[in-house]
T-cell receptor
Framework: DTEVTQTPKHLVMGMTNKKSLKCEQH?????MYWYKQKAKKPPELMFVYSYEKLSINESVPSRFSPECPNSSLLNLHLHALQPEDSALYLC??????????????FGDGTRLSIL | DAKTTQPNSMESNEEEPVHLPCNHS???????IHWYRQLPSQGPEYVIHGLTSNVNNRMASLAIAEDRKSSTLILHRATLRDAAVYYC??????????????FGKGTKLTVNP
């Protein structure tokens, strides 16, 4: 069982829908990450939050809107997505001490399909 | 972003050692070498990391070349549960303590019984 919990596990939505992906961890980690993974490809970093502040945005389209309401929760709000956005969305967390070299802990992802 | 190069696939027999190579010729002095693996239908799982010296943990060993332009992940006795995609990654620390992992394309390891 993973220590990073992502819900829902599967999501099917139309291009005009608004939905949210949720990620939760209780390891006391203060850095949280969103990745996108297309089939048979490696994960690609989308966003990084450090101490609840957005620290990295990898030029992700605005139809993806991240939110970190507290140190345990990370959301990804979705609106007006395109079929090419269908992918596995992975959340990860790690300790965020400067100079630390701690591993990232990944959830098992939300598999998103856009109709 | 710093890139890594790995073979697309490798095959091993159960109970035998496996050496997974990775080239990272553009590595900078502060980049750590990380390895993660991803089993089917799961998120990536941390395996091991190192900077300059060889490293051992309960899962694997990491051998790093003296010039740091390449490394090898060693699984001492492969089991069927080790069948996964193995990613070699250069990890860069970002301001505020967060970090950036840039995944290479990975090596799909098949373990034969």
């Amino acid at each position: 069982d993973t220590e990073v919990t992502q819900t829902p596990k599967h999501l099917v939505m139309g291009m005009t829908n608004k939905k949210s992906l949720k990620c939760e961890q209780h390891m006391g980690h203060r850095a949280m990450y969103w990745y996108k993974q297309k089939a048979k490809k490696p994960p690609e970093l989308m966003f990084v939050y450090s101490y609840e502040k957005l620290s990295i945005n990898e030029s992700v389209p605005s139809r993806f809107s991240p939110e970190c309401p507290n140190s345990s929760l990370l959301n990804l709000h979705l609106h007006a997505l395109q079929p090419e956005d269908s992918a596995l969305y992975l959340c990860a967390s790690s300790q965020a001490r400067a100079g630390a070299n701690q591993p990232q802990h990944f959830g098992d992802g939300t598999r998103l399909s856009i109709l | 972003d710093a890139k890594t190069t790995q073979p697309n696939s490798m095959e091993s027999n159960e109970e035998e050692p496996v050496h997974l190579p990775c080239n990272h010729s553009t590595i900078s002095g502060t980049d750590y070498i990380h390895w993660y693996r991803q089993l089917p239908s799961q998120g990536p799982e941390y395996v091991i990391h190192g900077l300059t010296s060889n490293v051992n943990n309960r899962m694997a060993s990491l051998a790093i070349a003296e010039d740091r332009k390449s490394s090898t992940l060693i699984l001492h006795r492969a089991t069927l549960r080790d069948a996964a995609v193995y990613y070699c990654i250069l990890r860069r620390l970002h301001q505020g303590g967060s970090e950036k992992l840039v995944f290479g394309k990975g090596t799909k390891l098949t373990v034969n019984p």
